[in-house]
């Protein structure tokens, strides 16, 4: 047996940090139950869980900003500036009574969710309950997605029903 040396693990440059632990953990339950429960099994949970995490969200900018109530250029910025603080680069591209639309050069869960189009859906899921707080109706697409393999990703937030509403949307209804 060779005589090992000591090492300086705090020196070493290995990519782990509570940001990457975080993403990791979640990318990993959510393969975790695809392959355990199905696809649609999983994206149900998944949707779940986003749920309680956009009330955690919807509690905190309603705090911290005192309002109750968002305009629609308030809810863009809100959206941008959410996911700013969970490592994403959205940025507005059209704003107005009638929609939201957002685009994405990074996504928050970082570069191993291509092929990982359900996580996609918290986003969707998230936008969805942030706006039906201010506007008691949402309905949201993703449109083009880092994790399909798109270069930027593209979320629309529809805040009127429409009335030959695409299959690509999820709607969302105020239920208070």
Not at 130 to 141: D, K, T
């Amino acid at each position: 047996m060779g005589q090992s040396k000591d090492i300086e693990f705090v020196e070493l440059n290995v990519d782990i940090d509570q940001q990457r632990f975080y993403q990791q953990c979640l990318l990993e339950l959510n393969e975790v139950l695809q392959s355990i429960l199905g696809k649609n099994e999983s994206a149900a949970f998944i949707s779940l869980v986003s749920v309680r995490i956009a009330e955690f969200f919807i509690k905190q900018y309603h705090e911290q900003s005192g309002q109750r109530y968002f305009s629609v250029t308030q809810l863009a910025n809100l959206f941008v500036d959410l996911k700013r603080r969970i490592g994403g680069d959205f940025f507005i591209e059209e704003v107005d009574s009638q929609k939201i639309v957002l685009r994405n050069n990074r996504c928050p869960f970082g570069d191993k969710i291509l092929g990982n189009t359900a996580l996609c859906n918290m986003t969707a899921d998230v936008f969805g309950k942030i706006a039906v707080g201010s506007n008691n109706y949402a309905a949201v697409s993703v449109d083009e997605a880092i994790a399909r393999g798109d270069p930027q990703c593209k979320v629309t937030i529809l805040l009127q029903p429409e009335e030959q509403l695409l299959d690509k949307y999820k709607e969302y209804y105020n239920v208070e």
